[in-house]
């Protein structure tokens, strides 16, 4: 095996390597991660305020396995705000990846031991859209009992207070906005999202049909900077996200794209080259 | 008869659901909730077909030894797993302990770990679609650079002018590309749909 074979098939496990150490390395000071422009940091914060106290908010959750990661934190931060804020989560999955990570965060509340009054699962819905148009209907099949699943076994989704969706690649805000809000107007929509949605999700924020959007890591990184819940911070997640970490593989990724950028560069000047006189000799 | 039957049902739903969000009517509502419920039953029947044909596809894989014996075997023990620990006796269903293992501690990480491998497959497809002197692979991977040191997790004034640009591009050329392609497949859907509506087929034109 030729050395440059074995660079290119060591360098995968080499790169891993790095980010780890990279991960586990102290932050550098200059490194930050939250956006310096925190509108839409505020307008979440603001959209939290404005709910009633004790509200009962329906959590649309679809993120997708691919995305997840980069919303995570996020999504933490937020359902820890919402119960700090006393508020009542009613937790519905319409895509078998997001009822999974449902059933993970439900875990991951009844690990810390959630007030389990204030957390009603209501499952997996199939269908997608036709599932949704389904949540908006009085008379929701609920088996659970309580106050909580009594409001909106009655009232369906209009029973609720406010909607946050956490979106994925498979469903996200906007089917909530087309399906839902038609038929249930009135109701607040808050969000979360990866940033691949972030194109389509842009004009529903203009028009005001979504009321509050966390679609980056930077916005994200902002909106968990302000964040103060006091006791509720076991449900946060354990450790932000490394800054070097997340610096170190952007400037490999960075750094290899050049590279072959380069290395191409070379290899086009050198087929224009016209031949040189030894050539000609030879 | 295949032909007359499918639009018939799109137009009938389509037009059933259409009405019922104009018009207020308790019967009609009803009607439509119906319908509703139709489409989640199918699209529940046609996920479980669906687990049903990979399980046969897999299991037939193994029986006539072709494929990948190891995936085969792979994907009919995961279902194993996860039917076996939601539906023996006495198991609480999705919300069981041992199902919340299998997500929590096989499902959700083996995925995460699979997507991430995409940095790394991501990185060697571009360098090969680059030394193959792919123009796409080119303009992509310029504008690939571009937007990751726009993303650079830099603070002070150098930070806030990449957090500007990266909002601009976002917000203008990366935007608009993708809202004008989501319009053309809305246009496309609505051509398509009233294609169907109308009955008409490639044998028309």
Redesign the interface.
Known sequence: MSDRLLAIRLAPLLLLLLLAVAWLAPSVGWLRLASSNTTEADRMTQALDALPPRSTVVVGFDPDLGTYAEIRPTVRALLADLLYRQASLAIVSVTPEGRALALAELDRLQRGTVNARRILDLGFVPGAEAALVRLTRAGLPIEADGALAGVLATDGLAGAQAIVVVGGNDLGPRAWVEQVLPRVPGLPLLAVAPTILLPELRPYLATGQVDALLGTPRDGAAYRATLDVERLDRFLEPREPSRTGVAVGLVVAIGVLLAALVRRGGRSDAARTPPGPRTEAA | MRRATIPALVVVAGLL?LVD?LVVNASL?ELA?IV??A??LV??GA?LAAVAALAVRRAGDLWRRRGDPVGAVLVLAGMAAVLLAGLRPGASG??DPA??WI??AL??PL??S???L???ST??A??RS??A?SREA?VM??A??AI??L??????TA??WL??A??WA??VP??GV??GL?LGIAILGAVVAARTMLGIGAGDE
């Open positions: 659901l969000y509502g909730g509703v419920d489409a989640i699209s529940a996920a999705a919300s199902v919340l997500l929590n499902l959700v995925g995460a699979l997507f991430g995409l940095f790394v990185l060697l571009f360098q680059i030394s002197r080119i991977a310029l690939a650079v990751l040191v993303l650079l997790p830099v603070g002070g930070g806030g957090d500007g990266a909002a976002l917000a990366i935007g993708f809202r989501l």
